[in-house]
């Protein structure tokens, strides 16, 4: 089931990929693809050797203890829709938005959880951990690409 899973969303990211990061603002969209890649793949190494998170089935586990696949596309395309969705937002709508992106991943990672192998947490880590690491990354990289975009004017 979980090979199944992971080649399902495999897919579905890469098909996503080019229609997501495409527009007027190519740039800033492969900016905050390759971003959210560098701070995931950081924070989700952290984690798993901290025994906090694990990921007993995965992509490529003879070289990888994280989820390359959510850390390198997944997160990434979900960030850069995060942004296409945000930019025109205030900052209350941009912590809005935040949630609204947050709350569906960290149920869907609790359900994976619960009945699969694809992600286990550790006593020390929860659905809360999640949910707030992954408003606090749409925000961060909000942030990000809106400083860029004012300082390159």
Known sequence: MEKRILKGL?????FLVPF???GKYTKDWIIIFLLKGFFSSIMDTF????????YPKRFLPEYFQINVLFDYLLF???CVLFNQSTYNSNVLGIMIKALLF??????IEVVFEKNTKLIKFSNQWSWIHTLFSEMLTFMG???????????SK
């Open 141 to 151: 990289t909000r942030l990000f690409i809106g400083l860029v975009r004012k300082y």
């Open 10 to 14: 495999l897919i579905m990211g890469l």
């Open 76 to 78: 990434p395309i979900t």
């Open 102 to 107: 947050s709350v569906p991943m960290t149920v």
């Open 47 to 54: 984690l798993t050797r901290q025994n906090k998170v694990s």
């Open 20 to 22: 997501t990061i495409k």
